[in-house]
């Protein structure tokens, strides 16, 4: 089984300012873990992901995340948030196990952005 | 770059009408998914679909949902009598475990709007 938890549904930042979305995951398995973006009105766009090869991850927009085995944790962060970056995040953890190759998803960030 | 395509963007219908919601995901892919999003609430798996049978689906997928893939290229979800609960955002996304990544490709989504 495997589970993702978002340990925050709002995350309010001003413009310039670092930005943490946290998310911690379950699997019984090695997993593959993905930050989705979606803007208001649009689709789910891959910001980055991790599977297995290195732990610090980069991704589209200047976003990075830090997979930590031992935390079971795969947050997101950005040095300096931008007007633009308003939207929801979503964490997914994968693993395919026992035949089960089903993408779970977290419940969703909200980042608000201040000018 | 190749893409999931969803047809229609927009979709409004009354209450025990059938609704088909169309999808061509990216054609090397061999693993293709529902997602359902009410309005302000997470991502939901739906069912999956792999080798021509649906592989997994969750108990929202109740004997009024029903996928196809009727001609090699499209894969449709069917919604046989809908109720006002159904209206959500309707996400398509196709997966090529080949990679063992899991990466979930997904579509722009189809509105579903149920009066």
């Known amino acids: ?115 | 770059e190749p893409e999931v395509t969803q047809t229609p963007s927009h979709q409004v219908t009354q209450m025990g009408q059938e609704v088909i919601l169309r999808c061509v995901p990216i054609s090397n892919h061999l693993y293709f998914y529902w997602y359902r999003q009410i309005l302000g609430q997470k991502v939901e798996f739906l069912v999956s679909f792999y080798n021509n049978e649906i592989s997994e689906k969750s108990e929202i997928f109740d004997d009024q949902f029903s996928v196809e893939r009727p001609d090699g290229s499209n894969f449709t979800l069917k919604i046989r009598s809908t109720k006002l609960e159904d209206s959500a955002m309707y996400f398509c996304a196709s997966s090529d475990w080949g990679s063992n990544t899991g990466e979930l490709f997904f579509g722009e989504g189809s509105r579903l709007t149920v009066l």
């Not at chain 1, 090695?30 to 090869?53: D, E, I």
């Not at chain 1, 929801?88 to 026992?98: D, I, K, N, R």
């Open chain 1, 1 to 115: 089984a495997q589970s993702v938890t978002q340990l925050d549904s709002h995350v309010s930042v001003s413009e310039g300012t670092p930005v943490l979305l946290r998310c911690n995951y379950s699997s019984s398995y090695s997993p593959s873990l993905f930050w989705y973006v979606q803007h208001p009105n649009k689709g789910l766009q891959l910001l980055l992901k991790y599977t297995s090869a290195a732990t610090l991850v980069k991704g589209i927009n200047g976003f990075e995340a830090e997979f930590k085995k031992s935390e079971t944790s795969f947050h997101l962060t950005k040095p300096s948030a931008h007007m633009s970056d308003a939207a929801e995040y979503f964490c997914v953890v994968s693993a395919s196990s026992g035949g089960s190759y089903i993408p779970t998803f977290g419940r969703g960030t909200s980042l608000i952005v201040h000018p």
